[in-house]
């Protein structure tokens, strides 16, 4: 396996503008779905809310490669 054909993942935390928490998940949600029907080499797409920081978003994004 060759690096360009190895998966390759990412993890992103973002920090979400006060106030603006329910607009990032629902833009999320949206993307999320458009990702799932136009990127078939995205493998896992996922956002997470972290416990005990209502404004902390984390991503973890799995891609068949680079």
Partial sequence: MT???A??????RFTVRPEAEADFDNLIAQTTAA???????TLVYACHRV??????????????DR
């Avoid at 005990?52 to 068949?64: C, D, K, N, T, V």
């Fill in 51 to 64: 416990d005990g920081a209502p404004r902390q978003r984390i991503f973890y994004e799995l891609y068949r």
């Fill in 3 to 5: 690096e360009d054909t």
């Fill in 7 to 12: 998966p390759f993942a990412l993890v992103v």
């Fill in 35 to 41: 990702i799932r029907d136009r990127e078939p080499g």
